[in-house]
């Protein structure tokens, strides 16, 4: 297991970009070697499999360039495992920019590899999955195969997710990681703001500085009303347990603890990434790397 | 009679003097950070260019988003009740007046009295205001002012998927990267708020004559692009941004009346 930080500068906005190699599994030619490379509208994600088991993965901050992203993310997620690209049996390219994997040989929408990937981290048991990535948000019904069953998305508006909350940390000059801790620093959580649009907020929270309110209370009452409309998606989906939040906002404690308030269920608790474990931001990697080992399987029986 | 109509809006504050239901003067200043003040000094230009002082002034009626701060007031009416007024007694014939503001837009329906009869709303979101494409100027490097020239230099549309300021100007950063031309990108800034405006007066119903009101009805590059996007001609008055302040200062008339 290992670790390889790599933070670029001090700019608010910004987090960290790190990978994992669970270097006690050793791969041998025979085995089926997959990868799924999910690129993001923020953020690029890879996950590598043998016989359909996590052997590493990697995070990255997607570029102006998809492609380049894309290679960028699985080349960082095979460094130090001695693959090569051709030691890869079949890659599936998921995420906004998933046909623009070019090493891919087949691309699958996000919402089917969250789910499945959701599967594979949390187990069987899951049924909901909110993903709350970059430029939007899903709520994702599955079964206990993780196959999709139904879901919503709202990528119309910024409220809630990855790049809102990269200018609110930008805004109040916290960094990225600390936003959901420093949104729980209240000692009475305020009412959430009646606006939630995320382009007025860099007037509407000034005012609020200015009236006196700590910046805790602002990002407090912001991710309050960002809470509520997360927890009104799944409900619209229909709220099934056992729920799981995956992408970047995950890591967002105040996100998580607010939307299972609006919710009334706790979400199961998240993979030690930091330890030994599983990201749940790379949840849609996992699921693109286990189709990769069922098409191949598929391919190689016919 | 003279009446005064005063619009706080979330920008600026405009004032309309009328005597006997006639213009004879305006008066403009930004909003800032005490709209009281700004507004005192938005009727004091315009009384000044009409020659009169305040103690002349027979009703004052206050509209728009800070209304409930604005000075010397008698009265206050909605945006909407104001948007009708404005738009009838500008063009007797319409029935649906648009008016787009800097942060806020607003899709009235009215009879021929200007008599508020339904209306649509978009607030709480800037993607829908003038904020919209504020923001995606400063993106595109482009003074505000030349955004709509500059659209109209477009030879063709090339879409972007703009609902939100946040996700736009990430868009208008790919869009430079594609090197796309700037009239192209500024065509297609004003396209996507031309198609939002229109969705949400679709929702109330088009009913001619329609009527352009706001700041943004001085900007020829939205002009052009929401006649396209509704598909059928929009009147634009002379000064489309004092139509609030207008409507306001018409009110005031029918209370004197009243009295």
């Not at chain 1, 994992?20 to 089926?32: A, C, P, Y």
């Not at chain 1, 906004?96 to 087949?106: L, T």
């Amino acid at each position: 297991m290992k670790e390889t930080p790599k933070r670029e500068n001090a700019e608010y906005w910004r987090w960290e970009e790190y990978r994992r190699v669970f270097s006690e599994k050793k791969w041998k030619n025979k085995d089926i070697i997959t990868a799924g490379v999910d690129v993001g509208s923020v953020g690029s994600k890879a996950a590598i499999m043998i016989d359909g088991e996590v052997y590493s993965w990697g995070i990255m901050r997607t570029g102006s360039n998809s492609p380049d992203s894309a290679r960028k993310v699985l080349s960082w997620a095979m460094e130090e495992t001695g693959l090569r690209l051709d030691d890869l049996k079949y890659i599936v390219g998921t995420g906004y920019g998933r046909v623009n994997v070019p090493m891919s040989n087949k691309a699958i929408t996000e919402i089917a590899c969250h789910a499945k990937g959701a599967n594979y981290i949390w187990g069987p048991s899951v049924r909901t999955v909110l993903d709350v990535g970059g430029q939007d948000i899903k709520a994702i019904r599955c079964d206990e195969t993780g196959r999709v069953t139904s879901f919503l998305m709202n990528d119309k508006c910024a409220a809630g997710t990855g790049r809102g909350m990269e200018v609110f940390a930008d805004l109040l000059q916290i960094p990225i990681e600390k936003i959901g801790e420093s949104s729980l620093k209240v000692d009475e959580e305020p009412p959430p703001v009646s606006c939630t649009c995320v382009a007025f907020a860099k007037t509407e929270a000034m005012g609020l500085l200015r009236k006196g309110w700590s910046k805790e209370k602002v990002l407090a009452a912001y991710t309050h009303a960002m809470a509520i409309r997360m927890g009104n998606l799944v409900k619209r989906v229909g709220l099934e347990k056992e729920f799981v939040i995956t992408g970047g906002q995950s890591k967002n404690i105040g996100i998580v603890t607010r939307i299972e308030k609006a919710l009334g269920v706790k979400c199961l608790p998240m993979p030690k990434w930091r330890e030994n474990g599983l990201d749940p931001m790379i949840a849609g990697a996992i699921g693109a790397a286990i189709f990769a080992k069922a098409l191949y399987e598929k391919a190689h029986k016919s | 009679m003279i009446t005064a109509g005063i619009d706080l809006g979330t920008q600026s504050v405009k004032a309309v003097i009328l005597k006997d239901g006639e213009v004879i003067s305006r008066g403009k200043s930004f909003s800032g950070f005490d709209p009281t003040k700004a507004a005192e000094q938005a009727v004091g230009e315009a009384l000044k260019k009409a020659k009169l002082s305040l103690s002349d002034v027979d009703h004052v009626t206050a509209t728009g988003s800070g209304m409930d701060m604005a000075p010397h007031s008698n009265s206050t009416i909605s945006m909407m009740g104001a948007d009708a007024k404005a738009g009838v007694y500008l063009f007797p014939k319409a029935r649906t007046i648009i008016d787009v503001g800097a942060e806020e837009a607003r899709a009235v329906k009215c009879d021929d009295n200007g008599i508020m009869m339904d209306f649509v709303v978009n607030e709480r979101c800037a993607a829908g205001a003038g904020a919209f494409i504020e923001a995606m100027a400063r993106a595109l490097e482009v003074k505000l002012e030349e955004m709509g020239p500059l659209s109209l230099k477009a030879e063709r549309a090339s879409p972007i998927n703009a609902t939100c300021v946040i996700f736009g100007e990430s868009d208008v950063v790919t869009l430079i990267h594609r090197q796309e031309s700037k009239p192209e990108i500024a065509r297609a800034i004003f396209d996507a708020m031309a198609d939002r405006i229109s969705s949400m007066v679709h929702r109330l119903g088009v009913n001619p004559d329609v009527v352009l009101v706001g700041g943004v009805a001085k900007d020829v590059g939205f002009i052009a692009s929401l006649k396209r996007k509704l598909c059928v001609d929009v009147l634009i008055p002379e000064y489309p941004e004092y139509a609030g302040a207008l409507g306001a200062a018409l009110i005031a008339v029918n209370r004197v009346k009243k009295v």
